[in-house]
């Protein structure tokens, strides 16, 4: 684990349900849970995370899965790694952190962990970002030709039978680096730090098999939730943000998007590609602090 990139947030490995989270914290004040894509970790948000440190009580963990949380096997369903399983994870780490509200921020896979958080736990989510991302729902029933090309590994990490695990497999490492190589558009580069952290822990046979399971999840049992909650708003305050040279930037109106999922939007493109906290730190931490200094609860 490379402590240098987030220096002063404290490690701790915390269980939940029977199932150990790997989890830093920094910071005093609300409390904020951030959440992270894939192929990544927690350290997606070094750039951000220290910024919202000084206000904020800062929680971030790594989804079940991933990074060095436990990978616990999935089932035939792949309900170990349904959205609902891994909020639910997310819902009791912060009661054992002593949270019973809070806000949570998420990009990509942490996004819709995020989303699904905020409809199961309502009582719990004080406010709800979502950084580059459309539901999933919404993705799936709007898909075309140019969604099949940009997202085609939503696809390729459905395949059964073993197929994208033995791929990835054999070179996990540049798996993740051309993966998000081709997600950049100017903005800061990459922390080689970081990038080796995604590749330590993504050469786990057990966390490409989990990430695997998380998509096979997306297009199975979570669009069967997602289905059965049509037409439930979120009623919590929702910031979008996205990149303006994302594929979801050039792809969505994102606002329009959201709007059948969320009651109090607003939200901003910014100058980057998808990985938002890592392109654009400053906009990224600038435009949460303005939103979550409105909308959590300083009593939570």
Known sequence: ????????????????????????????????????????????????????????????????????????????????YSKRTMARDQYLLMRELGFDRFAVVGHDR???????????????????????????????????????????????????NGIPEHLIGQDPGFWVRTRMNARHHGGSAFAPEAVDEY?????????IHASCEDYRAAATVDLEHDRADAGLRLE??????????????RHYDVPEAWSEYASDLRGHPLDCDHYVPEEAPEATASSLRAFLGQATDPGA
């Open 1 to 80: 684990m490379n402590d240098r990139l987030l220096p002063g947030f404290t490690r701790h490995s915390v269980e939940v349900g029977g199932l150990r989270l790997n989890v830093r914290r920094a910071g005093e004040g609300p409390p904020v849970l951030l959440l992270h894509g894939y192929p990544q970790t927690h350290l997606i948000w070094h750039r951000v995370a220290p910024l919202l440190a000084d206000g904020f009580s800062v929680v971030l963990a790594d989804l079940r899965g991933y990074g060095d949380s436990d990978k616990p096997p999935s089932d035939p369903r792949h309900l170990a």
């Open 110 to 160: 942490g996004a819709r962990v995020g989303h699904r958080l905020a409809l199961d736990h309502p009582e719990a989510v004080t406010a709800f970002a979502a950084l580059d991302v459309v539901p999933t729902r919404y993705a799936f029933e709007h898909a075309d030709a140019d969604f099949a090309s940009g997202y085609y590994h939503w696809f390729f990490l459905t395949a059964g």
């Open 199 to 207: 590749v330590r822990c993504f050469s786990d046979p057990a966390a």
């Open 236 to 249: 919590c305050p929702v910031l979008l943000l996205w990149g303006e040279h994302s594929f979801v930037g």
